[in-house]
């Protein structure tokens, strides 16, 4: 939402988006976010945040852009929304077997 309502401002010419709030609460966000994003790598290891972070990225996107921005899905038809939700599925299932790997858990048995 920030970034959209900031590159709207574009229009103006960039020294007036400088005179907007939402340039200054985008770069705040931001700045918050790379933290957030970099803490939840160093909570663990890489190959068990990452698939997360991958798989979440993606789908709050999505349910982001249809909540806030009045955004559809593509999918249209019973066989192109089972490709969604199996797709969907196969991210979530895969992230989870990884996350119990036990390479992700340094378990002995491998």
């Known amino acids: ?5 900031t590159v709207d401002l574009l229009d103006g010419g960039i ?3 400088f005179t907007h ?3 200054y609460v985008l770069v705040a966000v931001s700045s918050i976010g790379l933290v957030v994003n970099q803490s939840a790598f160093q909570a663990g290891h890489v190959a068990a945040s990452l698939p997360v972070i991958a798989v979440a990225n993606p789908t709050l996107s ?3 852009g249809v909540v806030l921005f009045g955004e ?3 999918a249209q038809g019973g066989l192109e929304w089972a490709v969604v939700v199996g797709a969907a599925l196969i ?3 895969g992230t989870v077997a990884l996350a119990q790997s036990p ?7 491998r």
Not at 103 to 109: D, G, I, N, Q, R
């Open 62 to 64: 999505a349910a982001l």
């Open 91 to 93: 991210a979530i299932t």
């Open 21 to 23: 709030w939402q340039v």
């Open 1 to 5: 939402m920030l970034t959209k309502s």
């Open 15 to 17: 020294i007036s988006l």
């Open 103 to 109: 390479l992700v858990t340094h378990s002995a048995e």
């Open 72 to 74: 559809t899905m593509g």
